[in-house]
């Protein structure tokens, strides 16, 4: 798939928001996007069957394990992303 777009996204223990924030992204009218999920170690089963969840989303989750932070997880995601501008900057 060649993404337009890459929509990182860390969550810690956000099980209860991160529903509204796929909701969200579903409602786009630009549809060209991945979603990369960065785990910061969460303890709420959140990422648990999200791709089942939500089929239409081309997905990619990194699990780490344990909680390095926002910009961290940010950085992370940025080297997963396959959004054509993006990879361009980083890299």
Same mark, same amino acid.
């Given at each position: 798939?060649?993404?337009?777009?890459?929509?990182?996204?860390?969550?810690?223990?956000?099980?209860?928001?991160?529903?509204?924030? +796929?909701?969200?992204?579903?409602?786009?009218?630009?549809?060209d996007f991945e979603i990369?999920?960065?785990?910061?170690?969460?303890?709420?089963?959140?990422?648990?069957? +999200?791709?089942?969840?939500?089929?239409?989303?081309?997905?990619?989750?990194?699990? +780490?394990?344990?909680n390095v932070e926002f910009?961290?997880?940010?950085?992370?995601?940025?080297? +997963?992303?396959?959004?054509?501008?993006?990879?361009?900057?980083?890299?």
């Amino acid at each position: 798939m060649n993404t337009k777009v890459s929509v990182i996204i860390p969550t810690w223990n956000s099980g209860k928001v991160l529903s509204q924030c +796929l909701d969200s992204l579903a409602k786009q009218t630009i549809k060209d996007f991945e979603i990369i999920l960065i785990d910061n170690g969460s303890s709420d089963n959140a990422i648990v069957n +999200l791709p089942e969840k939500w089929p239409a989303f081309d997905f990619q989750i990194k699990e +780490l394990g344990r909680n390095v932070e926002f910009a961290a997880a940010n950085n992370g995601g940025a080297h +997963l992303a396959r959004g054509h501008d993006l990879a361009n900057l980083i890299a």
